[in-house]
């Protein structure tokens, strides 16, 4: 049995040894793409509560956050970033979608303010934070990619 499969287990063996490796790299990739959007999400967070001068600054901050992490949470898992996390789209636009639509939704329902101009805010801030550090990763891997080229 064992020579039935010699001529191909070369080939499947380097698949199968290279399998764990790529998952564990598509596995730490996701982890800091997922702790970048949590962090980026929690300074979306405390420079708006530094913004109107809120007491309570670390928990006032999970406070704020919290509905936002939530919403990031449900754009992950809605569009599969961990597949491409660090692309700006599809990835990271369903998590910007995902953070500001589930954390308003999530803010309504617990009883915070939602107005149109925090909104707004949150929109263009966190497109800023979550698009803005995927964009820049994208244009340092297309240099990088044109100077091997070259």
Known sequence: MRRAFSSS???LRDMVVSMPAAKSTLLR????????DAILILVFAAIGRDAHQRADVL???FSTAWPFLAGAAIGWLAARVWRTPFQT?????AVWIGTVAGGMLLRAATGQTVVIAFIIVALISLAILLLGYRAVIALVVRVRQRSRQS
């Open 9 to 11: 287990s070369a080939s």
């Open 29 to 36: 990739t996701a982890l800091i793409a997922g702790l970048a």
């Open 59 to 61: 928990t006032g901050v």
């Open 89 to 93: 789209w599809p990835a990271g636009v």
